[in-house]
């Protein structure tokens, strides 16, 4: 089992000095997250410091661009990395959509569907396998005169992922998708009896299996052989798991678990600003759930333990910030990268 960082693009200095640590550390991807700035240049930055590294974003917005922009972006990427670059996209949260980008979103689950197929139908096309000519319901794509065509190189066999949480998401990833990128607030609970079961339903409808579709799952992991030493890192966890469970849509992650009213609460804390207030909101109990806290020599055979099976990647969630936090830890974190890919 391969083991990927997550991480947020920054400045080039620091994509590449980290880039250069985790190759190092026997890591083998970097996944670059869309909030403060786009991924683009931070996957090439990452790429030329360290060229061995699978490179994917996780993910990049859908809906402000247009198909064939985000087509042409990835058709250049893969080029540029020599093929290691994956194209992971998300339909984002309304507001964000709306008016932090001035774009359309509903309804999301079809609209990027139609995202997709428009995607796939761009690369087709400049594969030269037929003429450009999307018609979905949001996208229509007709017109590639041959002075427009990106240029051929040797790896057109780009790869999709889309995220998705709910249901009829998950549902349409197994349809079109070539992977899912599964959100970092998940449990045990939700991966076997809500995303497994509505990928099945989605790769039937298509005619497909659920083999067919990647898991990509990012992991919140705070170890440490000590609870002082664990004890940041617990902080950072508690933090990011409550401010992804104050989206309402989550709730039901709470909710199955035997916490309800979780979200509510988390979402009042939120609007009030009172972010102490939500970390705080987040038990022991919770956090055995959402993340995994241990010593250093047990977290190979937790990730094991709770992702055999069912992940195809795992993604270091923490992993970029624990470095950051404490450079000396990059030894242990490759002696968990090197453990995993020899025991799974």
Same mark, same amino acid.
């Given at each position: 089992?391969?083991?990927?960082?997550?991480?947020?693009?920054?400045?080039?200095?620091?994509?590449?000095?980290?880039?250069?640590? @985790?190759?190092? #550390?026997?890591?083998?991807?970097? !996944?670059?997250? =869309?909030?403060?700035?786009?991924?683009?240049?931070?996957?090439?930055?990452?790429?030329?410091?360290?060229?061995?590294?699978?490179?994917?974003?996780?993910?990049?917005?859908?809906?402000?661009?247009?198909?064939? @922009?985000?087509?042409?972006?990835?058709?250049?990427?893969?080029?540029?990395?020599?093929?290691?670059?994956?194209?992971?996209?998300?339909?984002?949260?309304?507001?964000?959509?709306?008016?932090?980008?001035?774009? =359309?979103? #509903?309804?999301?689950?079809?609209?990027?569907?139609?995202?997709?197929?428009?995607?796939?139908?761009?690369?087709?096309? *400049?594969?030269?396998?037929?003429?450009?000519?999307?018609?979905?319901?949001?996208?229509?794509?007709?017109?590639?005169?041959?002075?427009?065509?990106?240029?051929?190189?040797?790896?057109?066999?780009?790869?999709?992922?889309?995220?998705?949480?709910?249901?009829?998401?998950?549902?349409?990833?197994?349809?079109?998708?070539?992977?899912?990128?599964?959100?970092?607030?998940?449990?045990?609970?939700?991966?076997?009896?809500?995303?497994?079961?509505?990928?099945?339903?989605? #790769?039937?409808?298509?005619?497909?299996? !659920?083999?067919?579709?990647?898991?990509?799952?990012?992991?919140?992991?705070?170890?440490?052989?000590?609870?002082?030493?664990?004890?940041?890192?617990? =902080?950072?966890?508690?933090?990011?798991?409550?401010?992804?469970?104050?989206?309402?849509?989550?709730?039901?992650?709470?909710?199955?678990?035997?916490?309800?009213?979780?979200?509510?609460?988390?979402?009042?804390? *939120?609007?009030?600003?009172?972010?102490?207030?939500?970390?705080?909101? @987040?038990?022991?109990?919770?956090?055995?759930?959402?993340?995994?806290?241990?010593?250093?020599?047990? !977290?190979?055979?937790?990730?094991?333990?709770?992702?055999?099976?069912?992940?195809?990647?795992?993604?270091?969630?923490?992993?970029?910030?624990?470095?950051?936090?404490?450079?000396?830890?990059?030894?242990?974190?490759?002696?968990?990268?090197?453990?995993?890919?020899?025991?799974?």
């Amino acid at each position: 089992m391969d083991l990927d960082v997550m991480t947020e693009p920054a400045s080039w200095g620091a994509v590449q000095q980290l880039a250069r640590d @985790i190759e190092s #550390a026997h890591f083998a991807g970097l !996944v670059l997250t =869309e909030m403060r700035q786009p991924p683009w240049l931070s996957v090439v930055a990452a790429h030329q410091a360290a060229p061995t590294l699978q490179l994917s974003t996780g993910i990049a917005v859908a809906f402000p661009r247009s198909p064939m @922009i985000m087509a042409q972006t990835a058709w250049e990427l893969a080029d540029a990395t020599g093929g290691r670059f994956r194209l992971g996209i998300g339909s984002q949260v309304r507001a964000s959509i709306e008016r932090r980008y001035g774009s =359309e979103f #509903a309804p999301p689950v079809a609209r990027l569907r139609d995202y997709v197929e428009a995607v796939r139908a761009c690369w087709a096309a *400049f594969r030269g396998e037929h003429p450009l000519a999307h018609d979905g319901p949001y996208y229509q794509l007709n017109l590639l005169p041959p002075v427009a065509r990106p240029r051929r190189h040797d790896h057109e066999d780009l790869r999709i992922d889309i995220a998705a949480v709910n249901h009829a998401m998950v549902r349409a990833a197994g349809e079109v998708a070539d992977g899912i990128h599964v959100h970092p607030l998940h449990s045990a609970h939700y991966l076997h009896r809500r995303l497994v079961p509505a990928l099945e339903e989605g #790769a039937g409808r298509a005619g497909r299996s !659920v083999a067919d579709v990647d898991l990509l799952i990012p992991v919140v992991v705070a170890p440490g052989d000590t609870p002082e030493e664990r004890a940041p890192l617990v =902080e950072f966890a508690r933090g990011q798991i409550a401010f992804y469970g104050s989206t309402r849509n989550y709730a039901f992650q709470f909710d199955d678990l035997g916490f309800p009213g979780t979200s509510a609460r988390l979402n009042e804390r *939120f609007k009030a600003g009172d972010l102490a207030g939500m970390s705080a909101a @987040i038990t022991d109990e919770m956090l055995e759930h959402f993340a995994i806290v241990c010593p250093w020599d047990e !977290v190979a055979s937790r990730l094991q333990a709770r992702y055999a099976g069912i992940a195809t990647r795992l993604i270091a969630y923490t992993a970029a910030e624990s470095i950051r936090r404490d450079p000396s830890s990059l030894p242990r974190w490759s002696e968990v990268a090197q453990e995993l890919k020899n025991r799974f």
